[in-house]
């Protein structure tokens, strides 16, 4: 396994003077038994943009969520800069925040976290990069409250986190090239309400199971091993509790499967299923579609390559 320890790397953002513009990436959490520890990059990105104002909060928020997301100091891109404005004593006058989403909300694609991602980066940004990237990973899973969303979005790729108290532990690890197909179905599931129905206490059994088969599943993907994926990526620790909440989650993945996925998960909390595969993806991607088609629900599907290299400035003409 090759990987780089957070604790070595240095933040690579350069420092702009007055209004920054970066896209995070979409974020596959869990990758089936890694509960709560293993999360992938995707290239779908929400972009923002934030700089100074003379005085108040402005927005403009296009895509995903437009009208739904709140604009005002809850909106989670400003709460987050707001923790980085505190913790380097800056108080700006106003602030302007522009989002362009692409990444559908409650979908288990980590929109939320590239919100708070969003706005850290982009208010560390702001004020001169004070913060390193290691604390900005540490403020990022204090925030959020899991690391598997935020830390890949931050730092793209294949993401393995485990929580200390004096902060994340991270390692994020090579991938041979690979892209997955994601089924996000016309269903809203909250995380709360998929995190509220996992049982507090598992039978010992399971727990060993889930350990075993997560290492074995960064081996096959560290490999681009889909044999060995299609025998490992499974999970007992929230995936039997959640699949109710996904109508028509069983023929979903039977559709996958037939058509040649190797693999399919339950993303973060759901509802979007990842499917993983060799090949094939197009006519994997129809038949999970199909399947959701015939149990009365609707769905996009994207077929999106891993994105390597996380929150990012985007290079304005
Ligand atoms: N690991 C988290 C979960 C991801 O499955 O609940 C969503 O925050």
């Known amino acids: 396994m090759s990987g780089e320890s957070m604790h070595a790397a240095e933040h690579p ?4 003077q007055s209004a920054v513009h970066i896209q995070v990436p979409a974020t596959s959490a869990n990758l089936g038994p890694g509960f ?15 700089c100074e104002i003379d005085h ?5 928020i296009q895509g995903e969520g437009a009208a739904e997301l709140p604009q005002d100091k809850t909106n989670y891109s400003v709460s987050a800069a707001q923790c980085i404005f505190d913790r380097v004593g800056y108080v700006p ?22 919100a708070i991602v969003g706005g850290l980066v982009a208010a560390n940004l702001l004020t001169g990069s004070q913060l390193s ?17 935020v830390v890949p979005a931050i730092l793209g790729g294949l993401v393995i986190a485990a929580v200390e108290p004096d902060g994340p532990i991270i390692n994020q690890i090579d991938l041979p090239p690979l892209s997955v197909i994601a089924v996000t179905p016309d269903l809203r599931v909250s995380t709360e309400e998929a995190r509220r129905i ?3 206490m598992v039978p010992r059994a399971d727990a ?3 350990l075993s088969r997560t290492a074995l599943v960064i081996q096959a993907l560290t490999r681009g091993d889909f044999d060995l994926l299609s025998r490992v990526m499974n999970d007992r620790l929230h995936q039997p509790y959640r699949k109710h909440l996904i109508t028509g989650y069983d023929d979903v993945i039977e559709a996958a499967r037939s058509a040649g996925a190797a693999a399919v998960v339950i993303s973060g909390s759901g509802p979007t299923l990842v499917a993983f595969a060799p090949d094939h993806h197009s006519e994997i991607a129809q038949a999970m579609r199909q399947a959701f088609k015939q149990n009365g629900v609707g769905s996009r599907v994207w077929i999106l390559n891993v994105d390597r290299a996380g929150a990012r400035l985007v290079d304005d003409p």
């Open 198 to 200: 996992l049982p507090v």
């Open 56 to 60: 108040g909060l402005e927005f403009d």
């Open 133 to 149: 990237r290691d604390r900005v990973i540490a403020l990022a899973v204090e925030i959020e409250g899991h690391p598997d969303n």
């Open 93 to 114: 006058r106003g602030l302007f925040i522009r989002s362009v989403n692409s990444i559908p909300m409650s979908s288990g694609l980590g929109s939320s976290s590239a």
């Open 13 to 16: 953002f350069r420092i702009p």
């Open 36 to 50: 709560d520890c293993l999360g992938l990059a995707l290239a779908l990105y929400n972009e923002i943009e934030m």
């Open 208 to 210: 060993i199971f889930n």
